[in-house]
T-cell receptor, first 113, second 109 residues
Framework: NAGVTQTPKFRILKIGQSMTLQCTQD?????MYWYRQDPGMGLKLIYY???????DKGEVPNGYNVSRSTTEDFPLRLELAAPSQTSVYFC????????????FGQGTRLTVV | QKEVEQDPGPLSVPEGAIVSLNCTYS??????FMWYRQYSRKGPELLMY????GNKEDGRFTAQVDKSSKYISLFIRDSQPSDSATYLC?????????FGAGTQVVVTP
């Protein structure tokens, strides 16, 4: 099993550009999450989904959008990139939410210049 | 007020010492409490998981939860240099999985 796969691993974006961070999992997990991690700030929840067609905002959703058309995929869209969105982004999935282990991807390092 | 508070450290200890980490939280809806370990440039991995108040042991690791005080702890006994990592507390309820800031731990030989 591949687990949780994120692409790309690295990306440099110019201010105002848009991009989609891809996340796919092959564990048939219902719950999926997007986090950003800034140095010394831990993981901040951007969006999460409890199943296909259902998404909800986390702690820091502004500037991002998500969709969940299938169980496997949970892409994160950045519109009009800003330097404040420079961060490491992690996608995670779990079977039944917080009462089961969350598995993380390797992360996407995004720099906005 | 943040829902989950955790001192980011860094926390430096000599090999063999006991490492003590803790988090506080404000949301009474949190039902499940976890500790994740994250090595540099890697994604977090689950270390310990608890549901109820009390202690849970797994080898050199002990997790404590005090729901009445909204306080959780992780203890690492006989710490090793390989324990050097960032430790993140995490809590969940109603589908949300919320993390603390993470504490960087350095175990020196």
């Amino acid at each position: 099993n591949a687990g949780v796969t994120q692409t790309p691993k690295f990306r440099i974006l110019k201010i105002g550009q848009s991009m989609t961070l891809q996340c796919t999992q092959d564990m048939n997990h219902n719950y999926m999450y997007w986090y950003r991690q800034d140095p010394g700030m831990g993981l901040k929840l951007i969006y999460y989904s409890v199943g296909a067609g259902i998404t909800d905002k986390g702690e820091v959703p502004n500037g991002y959008n998500v969709s969940r058309s299938t169980t496997e995929d949970f892409p994160l869209r950045l519109e009009l990139a800003a330097p404040s969105q420079t961060s490491v982004y992690f996608c995670a999935s779990s079977y039944e939410g917080g009462n089961t282990e969350a598995f993380f991807g390797q992360g996407t390092r995004l720099t906005v210049v | 007020q943040k829902e989950v508070e955790q001192d980011p450290g860094p926390l430096s200890v000599p090999e063999g010492a006991i490492v003590s980490l803790n988090c506080t939280y404000s949301n009474s809806a949190f039902q499940y409490f976890m500790w994740y370990r994250q090595y540099s440039r890697k994604g977090p991995e689950l270390l310990m998981y608890t549901y109820s108040s009390g202690n849970k042991e797994d080898g050199r690791f002990t997790a404590q939860v005090d729901k009445s005080s909204k306080y959780i702890s992780l203890f690492i006994r006989d710490s090793q240099p390989s324990d050097s990592a960032t430790y993140l507390c995490a809590m969940s309820g109603w589908g949300k999985l919320q993390f603390g800031a993470g504490t960087q731990v350095v175990v020196t030989p």
